[in-house]
C-alpha cells in the first residue's frame, strides 16, 4: 500500500521525534533535515499533529516540537488520521461500488485480506514498537 506524501512524512517525523530523549524538543529544521521533508511542507504536517494533540510545539528560544504521550502510546493509525489519510471502507477494487462478501467482485477476499491487515497494522503498531525495529544508525541517502 503506497502512502500520500503528507502520510509518510507525518510517520517519519513522529518517529523521529519518538527517539530523542523525554522531554527534549526539536525544531521545525531540525526535523526537516533529519527526515528529509521540505521545511514549509514540514510544517504543515507538525500543525496537523498538533492539532490532533499528538505533539505540543513550543515557540522560542527554547522551543520545538515534542509528543504528548510516551512512543508506546501513539499508534501509526493515529498519526494517520491526524493528517486526513484513511483508506475508503468498503470500496470496491474493481471499481464497481460498494461490493461485499454476499455479492463479491473478483478481487472481493484479496482486497478485503489487505484492509483487513492494514487495520491490524494501524491499530497495533506504535512508535515504540517501530523504533525497536528500526535503527537511525543508518545515514540517509541522497
Known amino acids: 500500500m503506497l502512502f500520500p506524501s503528507t502520510a509518510e512524512y507525518a510517520l517519519r ?4 521525534l519518538a527517539a530523542q530523549p523525554a522531554g527534549e ?4 529544521s531540525d526535523l526537516a533535515e ?3 521533508v521540505p521545511l514549509a511542507y514540514l510544517s504543515k504536517v507538525l500543525r ?29 493509525g493515529q498519526v494517520l488520521t491526524a493528517v486526513g489519510f484513511q483508506p475508503p471502507a468498503n ?3 474493481m471499481g464497481w461500488g460498494a461490493c461485499s462478501p454476499g455479492l463479491p467482485c473478483p478481487l472481493h477476499d484479496a482486497w478485503s ?3 483487513s491487515a492494514y487495520q491490524s497494522w494501524a491499530r497495533c503498531t506504535t512508535l ?8 537511525f544508525a543508518r545515514a540517509p541517502e541522497p
Open 13 to 16: 517525523a513522529m518517529v523521529t
Open 25 to 28: 524538543s526539536l525544531t521545525a
Open 34 to 36: 533529519r527526515t528529509q
Open 48 to 76: 496537523q499533529l498538533v492539532s490532533a494533540e499528538l505533539l505540543r510545539g513550543r515557540r522560542g528560544h527554547h522551543g520545538g516540537f515534542q509528543l504528548t504521550r510516551p512512543p508506546a502510546e501513539i499508534t501509526f
Open 91 to 93: 470500496r470496491c477494487a
Open 113 to 115: 485480506s489487505m484492509d
Open 128 to 135: 515504540a514498537s517501530a523504533l525497536q525495529k528500526g535503527s
